[in-house]
């Protein structure tokens, strides 16, 4: 395994939904799956992950924002980069979701490149803002 790619944690409940995730970020990124909630903040709690792709609607049990909101208490994870990766697309279900802590939205379906483009632009920020801090 490269030790320089980024960990990515894909909070989604939708098995074709992960398959299709893991085959746009395979060979940019290392993967970790949660399928609901309670996996996420578990996983979180073993695990640092640079960013998060997370589902809102998990179905069963806590969703996809009250786990952001949970993951936004811990010192780890107050600046992690979470993206809502949601069908939620009208722009008050984005403002909602943006106020609940979540950093970027990407409204599905998207294509590879959306995401890949998203991805490249958390990691050039992140980047940018470690050397500004440093």
Known sequence: MNENKIKILVVEDN?????????????????DFAINGEEAL???????????LMDINLGMGINGLDVTKLL???????STPIVAVTAYSLMEDQKRI??????????????????HELISKICLDYCLLKRFNN
């Open 15 to 31: 098995q074709d939904n992960r398959e299709v995730i893991a085959l746009f970020i395979r060979g940019i990124a290392v993967s």
């Open 72 to 78: 936004r208490q811990r010192e780890n994870y107050k």
């Open 42 to 52: 578990t996983k979180t709690e073993l695990n640092y992950y640079d960013i998060i």
């Open 98 to 115: 943006l106020d609940a802590g979540c950093s970027h939205y990407v409204g599905k379906p998207f294509t590879r490149k959306q995401l």
